[in-house]
């Protein structure tokens, strides 16, 4: 035996040795946790609207929302994270609701979004404030706040869930609670919130709802987003990058519309090809309207309107667009956390 298999043979009987009293050595595995860069779990994937829609609707004919309470289907990502998850940090879902049902009222600390994807006329009512929902509207559901959705139109309505319960899980900060009643009372006159915040106006005397660090809109709709994307686009920005790319605001703060999450509209001009960045906050995409492709790593994914599609935090990517549309991707990260820790970077190609 050599004095180098001595020394060894020394140390891995030291490290068994500490074991039992559930200590380990630093030194062995220093690099793998002090990492040059982010080791991220999650890997780049794309669920085709054709695909998923039918078990949608098989998954409607199988189980009732009275049952289910929320009729979901987890969009896993197929890497390494702690499941339900689409990264690390993020979750999404989409729900189908269908006429006449109603998915009861319950909350919970997890931040949560919609994305209307299909259908026109279910509710959601957040804290007695009802909305009626259309392609296209984004929804918030802050931390804390009774949420239950309906259905009273006469066509299945399905929409994308957003939430951040990987990350409130791993912070040991998951609390819920069931309404009384399955659909809770409306207090409030119809998107009561959008009119007393949305419009650059705000009500005198009315302290901003900040204890919760959310934005007060429920619904912002889409037919307002899309005109402002259209506006500057015949302004003629495009960001080398992002194209046109609107943040939904809080406009209390100006930060993101929840807490934990950001969201985002964007438009990318008929042909437009973006340059390749990459950023620490991972990204779920919605596409809305056009098709086209988009580049994580050296995964191509191909995308047509309903197509949910995820880029893993830290991995270079890049649109283009297809066909002779424009195409609108609505998106959401986790970017204001790793704002509000110092951990947020970006890299520009
Ligand atoms: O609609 O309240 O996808 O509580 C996961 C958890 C949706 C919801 C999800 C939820 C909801």
Redesign the pocket.
């Known amino acids: 035996m050599t004095v180098d298999e001595i020394a060894e043979g020394r140390r891995q009987a030291f490290y068994q040795g500490i074991q039992p009293l559930h200590l380990s050595p630093l030194w062995t595995v220093l690099h793998a946790v002090v990492t040059r860069e982010p080791v991220v779990k999650e890997v780049p994937h794309l669920w085709a609207w054709r695909a998923v829609r039918p078990y949608l609707e098989e998954a409607a004919r199988l189980i009732g929302t009275d049952e289910a ?2 009729r ?1 289907l ?1 969009l896993e990502n197929p890497g390494e994270v702690p499941h339900p998850a689409v990264t690390q940090t993020l ?5 189908i609701i269908l006429p006449g049902e109603v ?1 009861r009222t ?1 909350r ?1 600390t ?1 931040n ?1 979004l ?1 994305f209307i994807v299909e259908g026109e006329g279910a509710y ?1 009512t957040v804290d007695g404030e009802k909305t009626v929902m259309r392609r296209g509207d984004f929804v918030t ?1 802050p931390i804390w706040s009774w ?3 309906g259905n009273s139109s006469d066509q299945p309505m399905v929409w994308l ?1 957003g ?1 951040d ?1 990987p990350l409130v899980n791993r912070l040991n900060g998951m609390f ?1 609670d069931p309404f009384p009643t399955e659909v809770q009372p409306v207090t409030k006159a119809p998107d009561d919130s959008w009119w007393r915040w949305g419009q650059s106006l705000r009500p005198v005397g009315d302290p901003p709802p900040q204890a919760r660090r959310a934005s007060p809109i429920v619904n912002y709709r889409y037919t307002v987003a899309r005109a402002a994307l259209e506006a500057l686009q015949r302004q003629g920005d495009l960001d080398p990058w992002d194209g046109i790319r609107l943040e939904y605001q809080n406009p209390v703060t100006g930060g993101p519309a929840l807490p934990t999450m950001a969201a985002y509209l964007q438009l990318l001009p008929r042909g437009f090809r973006t340059a390749s960045h990459r950023h620490t906050s991972g990204t779920v995409y919605c596409v809305v309207e056009g098709r086209g492709r988009t580049w994580a790593g050296d995964v191509e994914m191909r995308w047509e309107p309903n197509d949910v599609f995820v880029v893993p935090a830290w991995m270079p990517h890049r649109h283009e667009v297809l066909g002779d549309e424009e195409a609108v991707l609505f998106s959401f990260d986790d970017a204001p956390v790793q704002r509000a820790f110092g951990l947020y970077r970006e890299d520009k190609e």
Request: a negative charge.
């Open positions: 309470e929320r979901v987890v979750y999404a879902g989409l729900q998915a319950h919970h997890a949560a919609r959601t559901t949420h239950d959705h869930d939430l319960v819920g």
